[in-house]
T-cell receptor, first 109, second 113 residues
Framework: GQNIDQPTEMTATEGAIVQINCTYQTSGFNGLFWYQQHAGEAPTFLSY??LDGLEEKGRFSSFLSRSKGYSYLLLKELQMKDSASYLCAVSEGNYQLIWGAGTKLIIKP | IAGITQAPTSQILAAGRRMTLRCTQD?????MYWYRQDLGLGLRLIHY???????GKGEVPDGYSVSRANTDDFPLTLASAVPSQTSVYFCASSDGGSVDEQFFGPGTRLTVL
């Protein structure tokens, strides 16, 4: 069946690096998305990976391994404003995304 | 209007009442989506529309209906609300299909008593 797994919650320190993992099992694969969602707000797009490897965008990077059904989001130089939930979503090739439950990231001073 | 808007922001509704959640986008995006978000669960797709005049069922369509009379508007109707429909509802749009970034509205917090 379809399944996306992410840790429920992670804690990290301001200025440090954190890696948020996502594993997936879906019937099709047409790319993987990461979104950021601050509490009480709408999700906003962070990254999209369709090929294996690392995509870097400023302090945020996203990695994909299609053969392992695995992705991670790497956040560097953590800031307090990075406290949010991070959502992993997989496109199966139609108009529907399959979403993980999200990882709540808590940043401590 | 800038981007995608939803109305109302929040609503408390008696069970059995009919309710329409409104969604409007000004980006001329072809595709639009309705999701519900519940604590501990991922976003779940209720209905979607690939283009004006067409709609499709998502993962959790029961109890909901949509229409897409034009490009900009995509209302979601609860014909007879039930407490299990208490949730945060997000409308989203994208330029194309599921490989394109989705832009989300601010959400509607609905409580059904």
């Amino acid at each position: 069946g379809q399944n996306i797994d992410q840790p429920t919650e992670m804690t990290a320190t301001e200025g440090a690096i954190v890696q948020i993992n996502c594993t997936y099992q879906t019937s099709g694969f047409n790319g993987l998305f990461w979104y950021q969602q601050h509490a009480g707000e709408a999700p906003t797009f962070l990254s999209y990976n369709v090929l294996d490897g690392l995509e870097e965008k400023g302090r945020f990077s996203s990695f994909l391994s299609r053969s392992k059904g695995y992705s991670y989001l790497l956040l560097k130089e953590l800031q307090m404003k990075d406290s949010a939930s991070y959502l992993c979503a997989v496109s199966e090739g139609n108009y529907q995304l399959i979403w993980g439950a999200g990882t709540k990231l808590i940043i401590k001073p | 209007i800038a981007g995608i808007t939803q109305a109302p922001t929040s609503q408390i509704l008696a069970a059995g009442r009919r309710m329409t959640l409104r969604c409007t986008q000004d980006m001329r995006h072809n595709a639009m989506y309705w999701y519900r978000q519940d604590l501990g669960l991922g976003l779940r797709l209720i209905h979607y529309s690939n283009t004006a005049g067409t709609t499709g069922k998502g993962e959790v369509p029961d109890g909901y209906s949509v229409s897409r009379a034009n490009t900009d508007d995509f209302p979601l109707t609860l014909a007879s609300a039930v407490p299990s429909q208490t949730s945060v509802y997000f409308c989203a749009s994208s330029d194309g299909g599921s490989v394109d970034e989705q832009f989300f509205g601010p959400g509607t917090r609905l409580t059904v008593l």
